[in-house]
């Protein structure tokens, strides 16, 4: 009889020792991606930066600086958000889709400030709102 390698052998009863699956990984990631991003926008709009476009018939029409501070502290909470992800916090998941769901929301109401920034922005948020999701629903699956 052959002994099976280490890597074949199942472990039983023993808890999963890679914490980071692949949809964390991806969230966390992304989260780190976001965030930063979100705050170079923040640190532009603060800046009034003439990047920024600034329509008059606008709903959700703000101050450049209001939507800097407003990128600012949102992509705070996305690296905050990342970071509890990566290191498998139990918070970490709920938070990572509250924080992508407002980023998703401020960035559909920045898109007539700078449109080519704002919809892969929404892209990657809702990216990371399903990534956080999918592993929540797949999370008590795992026996």
Known sequence: M???PDSNRPRHG????EKVNGASLFAGAALMLSGPLSILMGAAGI???TLLAVSSHYAYRFDL???GVIHLVIGVGLVVAGLA???D????RGAGVAAAGISLITQFMFVPYYPAWAIPMMALDLM???ALTRLQIGAGDSH
């Open 89 to 92: 916090k139990s918070w970490g």
């Open 65 to 67: 600086t209001t939507w």
């Open 14 to 17: 023993a808890p999963d020792s």
């Open 2 to 4: 052959t002994a099976m």
């Open 47 to 49: 800046a009034q930066d």
């Open 128 to 130: 990371i709102v399903f």
């Open 85 to 87: 992800v990566l290191l």
